[in-house]
């Protein structure tokens, strides 16, 4: 009679441990997923609009925070060339309900970077705080704008 009252108890524990651990694993994974959506903004929106050999503009912007103009980050060729907020004034993405204030366009000149001839690759990237001093940077279209310098 006592095995099986150690037994049932064993038991018991067992079904508590696991149910213990099933919990715990939904917490940490709840947690993970809302530093995730907090931290990189499944929100960002943006486009770049112009890739040629005079300049790239577009605008981004984050719903969350329509206020704030961005940082941006260009890079041609996988390589850093320039940043700048984007603050420009682009009333057409008011118009089109992308956001409530104007103020999300950049534009990036490329005549002082003297690029070769041929194919280039531009990708601009939302500058955003992450945990303590550090940024990380998002790419605001998924693939990097190629464009043709003659």
């Known amino acids: 009679m006592e095995t099986q009252s150690q037994s049932s108890t064993s038991t018991r524990l067992l079904s508590a441990i696991i149910a213990k651990s099933f919990v715990e694993v939904i917490l940490v994974c709840v947690v993970a997923s809302l530093a995730a959506f907090m931290t990189f903004s499944p929100q960002l929106r943006g486009a770049i ?16 925070l329509a206020e704030v103009a961005l ?6 060729d996988g390589k850093f060339v320039a940043s700048q907020l984007a603050d420009l004034r682009r009333e057409d993405l008011v118009s089109a309900g992308v956001t409530i204030r104007p103020g999300h366009g ?3 000149e490329l005549e002082h970077l003297n690029l070769s001839a041929g194919q280039h690759s531009a990708q601009v990237f939302a500058v955003r705080d992450a945990a303590g001093a550090s940024k990380i940077l998002l790419p605001i279209t998924a693939a990097p704008r190629r464009f043709q310098i003659k």
């Open 71 to 76: 940082e941006v980050q260009l890079f041609v």
């Open 106 to 108: 950049f534009s990036f």
């Open 49 to 64: 609009d112009v890739a040629d050999q005079a300049r790239i503009a577009g605008w981004v912007n984050d719903p969350r």
